[in-house]
């Protein structure tokens, strides 16, 4: 029984090209006309998941509702769609592996030899349908991960194959491929694409649809010629010009007609026209800004901002929502360790700073220092997990005097004995280890900025840490001016902390960013650009 149709989205030629873009354009295309659509990513590689993954490698580790570490294209995904994702969409050549060796050693393939065709590609296929299966959607969107011709994306592609012969019109398949242009020649080169479309026939699969990622517009000679060659029809030839925001690819792609051919190719009759109208109207207030903003990032992987992906698209969410300019200036933390000068450099002239989440002691100090900085120089401030552990650390240290104020994980940075100012976790996350992940609730306090910010005393965002606020000293806090004005509920955990007296200083334990999507962007970022730009 067939419950949805599905799209394979593949890659050619080169990686980075945009598959989770276009996939995730595709999808609110498809959303607009009133269907119900949801996003897959495949990932070839042997992690389990990207939770270990190094940021300045794979860029930022993206969590679900759930509580699964994920790909950062189901932010994407998120963000374009507002459809929340989970684990299921999701899936990893190790966590693909691991399932078959598990079920091997249990004896469920009957003594058979375990390989990759049946048995993985099997348990891949099995992924894919998991979605369909549920009776939620009518369409399952699944991205590739890698370039079709890597040793690891074949076990993938030869799914999607047997996929394709299973479903007939129910199953199409849209290739991604780089037209690059030549400036010697003065043309447009199709060779690697027709490469690539051979490459993909090579192993029994025939793309329905060819994007053409490019920095020139295609000619009507380029589209026959791709069309002869690959095989498609001229209506199937897509191009995907560069784009001044990621957010005008829908627009691009509803111009081109690709949700259109996708319909005609699965026999879908009788659909909606689409309905852009809210998305072109957070368009028209991200491109006619009335204020302007500068924000310091502080974090320690800010040479490679996919790292921080999710905060900087919060920041275009909220810029939109109170049509200000954004502008983000990167700062490394460990530069801010320099010296008093170097660091008043750095930090000089900004509207407001954030301070990054992360992991270890490496640039801790630095994170410190600005947060001492917005503090005495009342610069509104937003310190995320780590960022907000960061400002508890420095009120310890410069207000309550306690000068060895630390935390297990960033020792060594005092030369005084340590006061445990976090706690590590009890094994109370949703999968038994020493980490909170997904989401959890907070209560929050009526009269204060993060209540002013969500409009609601009871919210659920989503978390990825393994320390707390360690409550014994809330008191000392509170007496001298930072106010715990966010409560867990049901463990009376510490999720948010204020100093009342100051502009707009908050931290907040959980990733306010992992929530925040173009149709509902997040209340703290809004609230941090407001009074940033002072609306």
């Not at 109370?428 to 992940?437: D, E, K, V, W």
């Not at 907070?442 to 989503?462: H, M, W």
Request: negative net charge; glycine residues 8%.
């Amino acid at each position: 029984m067939i419950n949805a149709k599905y799209i394979f989205v593949t890659g050619g030629v080169t990686s980075s090209l945009g598959k989770g873009i276009i996939s995730s354009s595709l999808a609110l295309l498809l959303k607009s006309r009133g269907f119900r659509v949801t996003n897959q990513k495949l990932d070839p590689y042997i992690n389990v998941d990207p939770g270990t993954l190094n940021p300045y490698e794979h860029g930022e580790c993206f969590v679900t509702q759930d509580g699964a570490e994920t790909d950062l294209d189901l932010g994407h995904y998120e963000r374009f769609t507002n459809v929340r994702t989970s684990q299921a969409n999701n899936v990893t050549t190790g966590r693909i592996y691991s399932s078959v060796i598990e079920k091997e050693r249990k004896g469920e393939y009957l003594g058979s030899t375990v390989q990759v065709i049946p048995h993985i590609t099997d348990e891949i296929k099995n992924r894919i349908k998991i979605l369909g299966n549920t009776g939620n959607y009518d369409f399952v969107i699944t991205e590739i991960g890698g370039v079709v011709g890597d040793i690891e994306s074949l076990p993938f592609v030869e799914a999607v194959r047997q996929l394709k012969r299973e479903f007939g019109k129910n199953a199409i398949v849209i290739h991604l491929t780089f037209v690059p242009y030549l400036a010697a020649a003065g043309e447009l080169k199709t060779k690697p694409t027709q490469n690539s479309v051979k490459d993909m026939m090579s192993i029994g699969v025939q793309p329905d649809i060819i994007v053409c990622r490019c920095e020139k517009h295609l000619t009507q000679s380029v589209r026959d010629k791709i069309s002869l060659f690959c095989n498609v029809d001229k209506s199937s030839v897509i191009e995907s010009i560069d784009a001044p925001t990621i957010y005008e690819v829908p627009l691009k792609m509803m111009e081109e007609g690709l949700d259109t051919q996708v319909l005609k190719l699965m026999d879908v009759t009788n659909a909606p026209e689409p309905d852009l109208s809210k998305w072109k109207k957070f368009l028209y207030r991200l491109n006619n800004p009335i204020n302007e903003v500068t924000i310091g990032l502080v974090g320690k992987y800010v040479e490679l901002h996919d790292a921080y992906k999710s905060i900087s698209e919060s920041f275009i969410h909220a810029g939109a929502a109170t049509q200000t300019k954004v502008n983000i200036r990167w700062i490394h933390s460990e530069t801010l360790e320099g010296g008093e000068d170097i660091a008043k450099e750095k930090l000089e002239g900004l509207d407001g700073i954030l301070v990054a989440p992360g992991f270890g002691s490496r640039g801790i100090q630095g994170k410190l220092i600005a947060c001492k900085y917005a503090r005495e120089n009342n610069i509104p401030f937003l310190g995320i997990c780590l960022g907000m552990q960061c400002a508890v650390i420095e009120f310890a240290r410069n207000v309550l005097n306690f000068k060895g104020a630390n935390s297990v994980e960033m020792q060594p940075a005092t030369p005084y004995p340590v006061i445990d100012m976090m706690e590590e976790q009890k094994k109370i996350s949703n999968f038994g280890h020493t980490m909170r992940l997904g989401n959890y609730p907070c209560r929050l306090s009526e009269n204060s900025k993060i209540f002013a910010a969500y409009g609601t005393t009871d919210i659920e965002e989503r978390h990825r840490h393994r320390y707390e606020f360690n409550s014994k000293y809330k008191s000392d806090f509170e007496t001298n001016g930072m106010v715990a004005t966010g409560i867990n509920p049901d463990s009376s955990l510490i999720e948010v902390v204020e100093i009342p007296s100051h502009p707009f200083y908050v931290g907040v334990q959980f990733h306010p960013e992992y929530a925040s999507t173009v149709e509902q962007p997040s209340p703290i970022f809004v609230a941090f650009v407001k009074a940033a730009a002072h609306i």
